[in-house]
């Protein structure tokens, strides 16, 4: 028997070599799989954890591309962008979706935190995967910084001079953190080689690594249950219930005489239903990374000159924020707070520990949350439009 030309006996061959050489326990899988999964992540918004991870395996395959092409020379720099712009075939178009997939990771990651934040999913005893999040935020806007340092024009330039300077203002460790930045003691040929490096090297290494810890930190610990009310919604402000890992025995089980499809059926098999979910999230992440690409290419200003200082320097949208508040205060104190709203980030379980030992009845970590996302849009769509 012949299938498009090809023997029967070829293929069992084929499939029995397979078999030796992975022997996979094919009914273990099956089980892995079926894993079971709150019932909430049945709604999209809530399904978005693994979209940060797909942006980043897309920026990781059109970075090594453009690798391929990148001088990372002061003297070459710039051009090597050009041409991958200009000359290469589709140069344009791989870098546009890298950008683009940057621009929508940091988006993506800021927005699952927000939802982590507002469940308040961060509690006992998942503190420590929230300060992993919070570690991938962070990676991810140094990512960004780094990769658009290296275009060398002259924003992206002098956006590289005022960070680095940031950095420089830093108590106790400024210097050094600058000096091994910049490679020396001002912006140059050492910068460039160094953000590189930090950008196709460090920063993935340390990306992977912190997403491994995160997955095993969910495996360990479990998805959050959430607490609906009859409409559907989530319990105003902390109405959740911080569960251990959905067993296997409870996802059989279900919850036998409850009213709500939710509550008679607490949880779901991860494939196929939350796969599928997640595959047209990814889908529709496709097409739009294609549609901004296409309408929005990304373009390619001056040179960097070094004795020039633009009247206008930007940063990449997700630094707004932060530098509408260095211009309102004092650059000392501009980054003083900074380095304060970070580390009160990093370490918000234990602070909302506190909050509600001490103000049980209250919700003010909801609020404070309300508060700073509602400040730190006002600063960012301040910069934008001024």
């Known amino acids: 028997m012949h299938y498009f030309g090809v023997k029967m006996s070829a293929i069992k061959s084929l499939q029995t070599w397979a078999k030796e050489s992975f022997p996979l326990d094919l009914d273990v899988l099956k089980e892995m799989s079926s894993e079971p ?3 909430h992540l049945k709604r999209w918004w809530f ?3 693994g979209t940060p991870l797909y942006l980043f395996v897309i920026q990781a395959v059109t970075g090594i591309m453009l690798t391929f092409y990148y001088v990372p020379e002061p003297a070459e720099a710039y051009n090597s962008v050009a041409r991958i712009t200009n000359e290469v075939p589709f140069g344009w178009y791989l870098r546009s979706i890298h950008k683009w997939s940057a621009n929508l990771m940091v988006a993506a990651v800021i927005l699952h935190m927000l939802r982590v934040f507002f469940t308040s999913a961060y509690r006992k005893p998942r503190e420590f995967n929230w300060m992993i999040g919070a570690g991938l935020l962070l990676t991810s806007c140094v990512f960004g910084f780094t990769g658009y340092s290296l275009i060398y024009e002259q924003i992206s330039y002098w956006a590289a001079v005022v960070g680095t300077n940031i950095a420089e203002a830093t108590p106790l460790i400024g210097g050094w953190l600058a000096n091994f930045a910049r490679g020396g003691p001002e912006v140059g040929a050492n910068t460039l080689t160094r953000f590189f490096v930090f950008h196709i090297g460090v920063l993935p290494t340390v990306m992977v690594i912190l997403l491994v810890l995160h997955v095993v930190q969910i495996r ?7 607490r609906f009310d009859e409409r559907g919604e989530p319990g105003v402000g902390l109405s959740i219930s911080v569960s251990a890992p959905v067993t296997p025995m409870e996802f059989r089980e279900g919850s036998a005489g409850a009213a709500t499809k939710e509550e008679k059926s607490p949880t779901f098999p991860f494939y196929p239903d939350h796969f599928y979910t997640e595959l047209i999230i990814g889908l529709v992440l496709t097409f739009l990374l294609t549609i901004l690409t296409l309408v929005a290419p990304a373009h390619l200003g001056e040179p960097a000159n070094p004795l020039v200082t633009p009247e206008h320097i930007k940063p990449e949208w997700y630094f707004y924020a932060t530098f509408r508040w260095l211009k309102l205060t004092s650059f000392a104190i501009g980054v003083i707070g900074t380095m304060i709203f970070v580390l009160v980030f990093i370490f918000w379980p234990f602070i909302d520990r506190w909050l509600v030992r001490r103000y049980p009845a ?3 970590s909801f609020w ?6 509602a400040i730190y849009m006002i600063f960012t769509l301040w910069e934008a439009f001024v």
């Open 37 to 39: 999964i709150p019932y």
């Open 47 to 49: 399904a978005v954890g």
């Open 220 to 226: 360990l610990h479990g998805v959050t249950r959430l």
């Open 362 to 364: 209250k919700e003010i």
């Open 368 to 373: 404070v949350g309300v508060a700073g996302f």
